[in-house]
């Protein structure tokens, strides 16, 4: 992806959706776009194509909790409005790692930190998180670290 690729295709696909005339696209991308807008003057600096993801996967999260907590307050036509702007957002993210590769990547990581106990697990996580930026979710990372590492200290 080129430098702000991400920023045209959110903005192409926002004029798509008010063309279709796509309510929950539309309130998906308009979310997205005052979301991208409100990071970019916090930080003082167009956001590049990584903020963009990290941002979207930020968003993804709130949805999913979102859901959680309209499943449990039997509020199935929020969780279904919920679910379809996850589906919306995760159009921007690039293609997640399979659990094979994420766990090549950790056990690398793993092997190149000489990490061998819990205590090395902040090294470990530092370190692999970059590596699959926007690819992978944290706290499935965060699991097979732990899982790698024995689960305790």
Do not use: C, W
């Amino acid at each position: 992806m080129t430098e702000g690729e991400l920023k045209h295709r959110i903005e192409d696909a926002y004029k798509k959706a008010a063309k279709d005339r796509d309510k929950v696209a539309i309130s998906a991308l308009r979310m997205l776009k005052a979301s991208l807008k409100n990071a970019e003057i916090e930080k003082g600096h167009v956001l590049d194509d990584g903020e963009i993801i990290s941002l979207v996967r930020k968003l993804i999260n709130q949805r999913e909790e979102s859901v959680e907590a309209f499943q449990k307050g039997g509020r199935d036509d929020l969780v279904q409005k919920e679910l379809q702007e996850i589906e919306v957002l995760k159009a921007f993210l690039p293609p997640e790692l399979s659990k094979e590769e994420l766990e090549e990547i950790v056990d690398r990581v793993i092997q190149e930190q000489g990490a061998t106990s819990m205590k090395d697990m902040g090294k470990v996580m530092k370190a692999v998180m970059p590596i699959v930026q926007g690819r992978a979710d944290g706290k499935t990372v965060n699991q097979m670290v732990r899982a790698k590492l024995g689960g305790k200290e």
